[in-house]
């Protein structure tokens, strides 16, 4: 009964503004929407540190500590990697298996470029990520997401 009395043009701008409203309201749910989507998250950085180096006969044994305290897990994390010598002339190529990774947590692995001694060792070169399995991560995105350091001596880049 209420309608009854107020006058119709006062009732066609309340259901205007009411209009308005939600038309506003969905609009901005929109734009937040599609910045989200423009903005993708940065994956946890997944840090790959040349610890320490020590000449075994005659090859360079390497300590690596993989850093995955913020990530997810992975089945499988396998990296090629390149010693160079000292005048920078890459000497030995070895791909290495560094997985699997548990999740939120850091782990150290030892291997070997064989045939060289760490001495005749100037740098090491993450070449490429062969293999990257586990969650949503494709190869592209774990070389994209891995940082490298050193505390060896010796620099190590990506």
Known sequence: MLALRVPLYRRRVGRIA??????????????????????????????????????TGESCRITMVIDNSKGAGLKSYKVDLFAFD?????????????????????????????GIACNKVGRVLLNDVLACDGGDAAREACLERTETETKAGLPFDR
Do not use: W
Not at 29 to 51: C, D, G, H, T
Not at 86 to 114: N, S, W
């Open 18 to 55: 009411v209009d308005m409203a939600a038309c506003c309201a969905l609009s901005a749910l929109l734009i937040v929407s599609a910045l989200s989507q423009e903005a993708p998250e940065k994956a946890a950085p997944l840090r790959l540190q040349l610890n320490k180096v020590e000449t």
């Open 86 to 114: 000292t005048e920078g002339v890459a000497q030995k190529r070895v791909a290495v298996e560094l997985g699997p990774l548990p999740p939120r947590k850091t782990t150290v692995k030892i291997f070997d470029f064989p």
